[in-house]
Nanobody
C-alpha cells in the first residue's frame, strides 16, 4: 500500500505560480512512477504530467508544456508540480497518482494508476 498526501494549491491570479507537493508513505518510492492529473468541474480527469521512478523520463500534456514542471525527490519520497503562467483554464482539482513500475514506461491513463492523493483545488482567476 502507498498513501499519497497532497499539499499546496489554492487561489491565484492569471499569470501567477503555484507549487503542489505530493508525499508518499509506504513502499519504496523510487519503484513508483508518479503522475499528476486534473479534473475540472463536469469534465473527465485529464493527464497532466508523469515522471519515472528514477526521474529520467518525463511526459507532459501539450497544454502544460513550457509552463508546468514535474520533479521528484526520492530522498524525501515527494513529487512536486511547479505551475507557472497559470491560466483560468487550469482551474481544476489536481490529483497525484502512483503506479508501480520497473521500467521507464509512463502511462497517461488514469486507470493504470493504483494509488491516488486526496486532490487539491487550484483556482485561477482572470
Amino acid at each position: 500500500q502507498v498513501q499519497l498526501v497532497q499539499s499546496g494549491g489554492g487561489p491565484v491570479q492569471a499569470g501567477g505560480s503555484l507549487r503542489l507537493s505530493c508525499a508518499a508513505f509506504g513502499r519504496t518510492f523510487s519503484s513508483y512512477a508518479m503522475a499528476w492529473f486534473r479534473q475540472a468541474d463536469g469534465k473527465e480527469r485529464d493527464f497532466v504530467t508523469a515522471i519515472s521512478g528514477n526521474g529520467n523520463t518525463i511526459y507532459y500534456a501539450d497544454f502544460v508544456k513550457g509552463r508546468f514542471t514535474i520533479s521528484r525527490d526520492n530522498a524525501k519520497d515527494t513529487i512536486y508540480l511547479q505551475m507557472n503562467s497559470l491560466k483560468p483554464e487550469d482551474t481544476a482539482v489536481y490529483y497525484c497518482a502512483a503506479r508501480f513500475s520497473s521500467s521507464a514506461y509512463l502511462s497517461k491513463t488514469a486507470e493504470d494508476y493504483n494509488y491516488w492523493g486526496q486532490g487539491t483545488q487550484v483556482t485561477v482567476s482572470s
